[in-house]
């Protein structure tokens, strides 16, 4: 049985920083695409990053809000994928979610929900001064 469990969700300052991880079980993370979505109250899941997972490709894609500021990998041999994120903004609080692909790449929709087979329940982060 496939499952996600997200962490490294909390409340941090502006300016701060937060790792997330994405632990999977009952599945090997080298033959899946991994993506890390947010959604905030009110608003639609949005796509924030994808990773390729591959030995030799870990090609990743960022959503422009992000870019520049979070960083998307993995450890294969800990079937986990991270999410650092730094310099976080008051726009970034959401509740996180990863979540996977049943191939090997993210493709040209890896920013939205329709790609994905499974999905974590989510890890909430907060920024507030």
């Known amino acids: 049985q496939v499952q996600l469990v997200e962490s490294g969700g909390g409340s941090v300052q502006p300016g701060g920083s937060l790792r997330l991880s994405c632990a999977g079980s009952?599945?090997?993370?080298?033959?899946?695409?991994i993506g890390w979505f947010r959604q905030a109250p009110g608003k639609e899941r949005e796509g924030v990053s994808c990773?390729?997972?591959?030995?030799?490709?870990?090609?990743?894609y960022y959503a422009n809000s992000v870019k520049g500021r979070f960083t998307i990998s993995r450890d294969n041999a800990k079937n986990t994928v991270y999410l650092q994120m730094n310099s976080l903004k008051f726009e970034d609080p959401a509740v996180y979610y990863c979540?996977?692909?049943?191939?090997?790449?993210?493709?040209?929709?890896?920013?939205?929900?329709?790609?994905?087979?499974?999905w974590g329940q989510g890890t909430q982060v907060t920024v507030s001064s």
């Open positions: 009952g599945f090997t993370l080298d033959n899946y695409a």
């Open positions: 990773i390729r997972i591959s030995t030799s490709d870990g090609t990743t």
């Open positions: 979540a996977i692909i049943e191939r090997t790449w993210c493709g040209a929709t890896w920013f939205t929900a329709g790609p994905y087979d499974s």
